[in-house]
């Protein structure tokens, strides 16, 4: 199957891939090991869809190994990428940053995972996230989307600056280590395009949480 991104909704919310699924990094402001992660999810997924509207984009289908079959139904199986994105004020960890504070209440949306199993990184497809939640973004009226960035990524959840950077980024509130960034989508259709010579692959499973 040809890849294909496709909306995350409660019908396919356990298609995310696992990694995503068992963290809470950006919906909670510190790090609780006696929640259960995956219904605390399945939980700011249902509120948010509620209140605000469609906040995910899962990676299905990529294509890359079109020999390889699966035990399980297509509908069954787990995705091989997800970004997570919604306003600023629905990820409290931000507030744990000094530049998070900077992140927009208006006008913007906040990315807050971008991730690629390690399997299928490489080919672009990281970039391919941050265009539909970009896209996304444009057909709601938004003018930009923000992440915070790692200068130094050492397997956290922060997206590395390198990363986004090559992706149309630019810093609009410096930090050391952990600067904002921001695509200005100022109303364009395809406000990006397809760096895949200078587009990092998607990043490894995190080993630590907070900044």
């Known amino acids: 199957m040809p890849p294909q991104i496709i909306d995350v909704d409660l019908e396919n919310f356990h298609r995310i891939p696992r990694e995503c699924r068992a963290t809470l990094f950006w919906e909670m402001d510190h790090d ?15 509120s948010t869809l509620l209140e605000w509207g469609l906040c995910g984009k899962l990676l299905v ?26 306003p600023a004020t629905l990820f409290p960890r931000l507030q744990r940053f000094p530049a998070g504070e900077a992140a927009s209440p208006a006008g ?48 956290g959840w922060v997206i590395p600056v390198t990363f986004l950077a090559a992706n149309g980024f630019h810093v609009v509130r410096d930090d050391d280590r952990f600067p904002l960034l921001r695509l200005d989508l100022r109303g364009e259709r395809e406000p990006l395009r397809r760096r895949e010579e200078s587009a ?8 630590t949480g907070s900044p």
């Open 108 to 155: 913007t949306v906040y990315l807050a995972y971008c991730y690629v199993t390690a399997a299928r990184r490489g080919h672009g497809l990281g970039t391919a996230l941050v265009r539909e939640v970009a896209r996304s973004a444009v057909d709601r009226g938004y003018r930009a989307v923000e992440a915070l960035g790692d200068r130094a990524w050492d397997g």
């Open 61 to 86: 289908g990529d294509g890359l190994d079109p020999g390889a079959m699966s035990a399980q139904p297509e509908s069954r199986q787990e995705g091989h990428g997800f970004a997570e994105f919604a």
């Open 200 to 207: 990092l692959p998607a990043f490894e499973i995190p080993t």
């Open 32 to 46: 609780d090991r006696a929640v259960n992660a995956r219904f605390q999810k399945e939980e700011w997924f249902s």
